[in-house]
Structure formats: C-alpha cells, structure tokens
C-alpha cells in the first residue's frame, strides 16, 4: 500500500477506536496522531518512505546541534577529559528510547517488510512507546497494526512470524493500484464521518 494509503487506513482505525470512549477533542487529536505515526512507522525499513524522510530530518537538526556544540567546546577551549559522561537510564521514558532507537535501527538493517512487519516488530515497538508515553501507546500500536494488516492482503505480503523467513500475503490488491487508492479514499471517507459522528 501507499503511504497515503496506510495514513487515511491508520487515522480511520485510530478514530474508529476513539470514538468507543468518548474522548475529548485534544485526547482525539493526539490518539489520531500517535495512530498516524503508527501507521506510518513499519516503512521505516525503506529510504524513500514518509517515516525515514521526517527520521533524516530529524537527525540532520541532531547534527547542526552536535557541530554547535563541537564549535562551543573548540572555541571555549574545553579539553575533552574535563567533560564527563556518567548517563545511566534510570526512568521509563529513557529506556522506552532506547528501545525505539534500537527497533528503528535494526529495522533499517533488515530488508523491507520483514522485522519491521512482524508480530514481533509490534510488540517490540509498542513496548517502546508503552515505555515512553503509557498507555495512550495504544493508538500506536491500532495504527502499526493497521500497516500489517493493509500490506498483508497485497501481492508481495509481510514476514509475519519474523524471524522466520516465509512471507504471508492474501494477494487481493497491488500496491499503487487503483484498488489502493479507492481503499484509502474510503478509509478516509471513513475518519472524516467517524470524526463528525463523534463530535
């Protein structure tokens, strides 16, 4: 599926299960947002995906800020050895980033649809979010499994049982196909009307 596809499938699913709750305005934006980037989250494996386009741009601002704070050591004439590090995680949150970091690099270090794809991609990366934000994490995980579920019925399909090799795939649509397309209008169709009926 397209990333637009898995974006209008994602936010359907996250308002879908919103809606049972009745949430307030800001906790439904942000369970909308947690299950967009779920949704976009197991195409991190690919270079030219959403998700790996805002994580570049991400570690392109980590770079600026690290080549600033070289300049500020060089400048200010600081050695080294009178900076100490002595970092230990020793809070939830911190260990719930360590956990995502790890999942993303082990993802990009695996071919595409494969850990990052797999039941146990999901566990691992909602135990991360779980970890760092509680249990709004949940929104995350509806839209990681909504990107499973929408690749799973394609034609190449997911490694679904990684680290076992076989690929699972229900070969119903091609993605990029006219087909995807009609599937993401209509799930976004469906956010939108889920979103009015629940306001």
Known sequence: MTGKTHMAIGV???????????????????????????????????????ISSFGRTVL?????????????VYKGNIHLNQIKFSYKPNSMIEYGAIVILSCVIFSKLTKHRSFSH??????????????????????????????????LITNNGV???YPMKSKMSLKLVKSGSKLDYIIGTASFALFVYITIKTF
């Open 60 to 72: 392109a601002y980590i770079f600026v800020i690290l080549a600033v704070a070289g300049f500020v």
């Open 159 to 161: 490694e679904l049982l």
């Open 12 to 50: 359907a699913s996250a308002a879908a299960f919103l809606s049972t709750s009745n949430p307030t305005p800001q906790k439904f934006i942000i369970g909308l947002s947690l299950g967009m980037m779920g949704a976009l989250m197991p195409d991190i494996d690919i270079k030219t995906s959403k």
């Open 118 to 151: 797999s039941i146990l991609g999901l566990i691992l990366f909602y135990v991360g979010f779980r970890l760092l934000i509680g249990e709004i994490s949940t929104y995350f995980a509806i839209g990681f499994i909504s990107h499973i579920a929408a690749d």
